[in-house]
């Protein structure tokens, strides 16, 4: 019997199709250095149905990563340069009396500080950012003592005789 095709039925959940809120969200996420498993909680979807269509975000998860590692770097040797010279920086202390649960007296005090140059920073920034100019270099010298040589040419021979005059077997 040939009649009509069927139609095809519009019954079930409808295809996923991710939205441009939700790209821009996740090329976001992925420069901040979020992992999938927050942008997934981010979008309001579970790990599993995110993994699923993750094929819809590659692009805007790759883009944002490669433009937030250049930001992060940036901000990580800004903060290496920081820590290699010192800096001041100010501290907020707080006293409070309190009497029968209340709060009687607050004094706020404004206390500043100084972290001092930290050498591991410094030798780190010099190291990678010096332009050659400084090296790490690491020698190992061995001295041996004068009569080592015949000592070593010794043994050698020792060694030779014994594979020159094998032991014959019982």
Do not use: C
């Amino acid at each position: 019997m040939a009649g009509k095709p069927k139609k095809k039925s519009n019954a079930g959940r409808p295809k996923f199709k991710a939205t441009k809120k939700q790209l821009n969200a996740v090329y976001e996420l992925a420069r901040h250095g979020a992992t999938e498993l927050q942008m997934a909680e981010a979008l309001g979807m579970t790990y599993s149905t995110f993994r699923y269509h993750k094929g819809q975000f590659v692009a805007e998860i790759k883009k944002g990563r490669e433009e937030g590692e250049d930001i992060n770097i940036t901000l990580v040797e800004n903060a290496l340069l920081k820590a290699a010279k010192g800096f001041e920086y100010e501290e907020t202390h707080i006293e409070r009396k309190v009497k029968d649960g209340k709060t009687v007296y607050e004094n706020v005090k404004k206390v500043k500080k100084y972290y001092p140059p930290n050498t591991g920073a410094i030798f780190f920034y010099l190291v990678n950012r010096g332009n050659g100019r400084w090296k790490s270099i690491n020698n190992t010298e061995i001295n041996l003592p004068e009569d080592a040589t015949k000592y070593f040419a010794e043994i050698a021979d020792a060694l030779n005789q014994l594979d020159s005059n094998p032991k014959k077997s019982a």
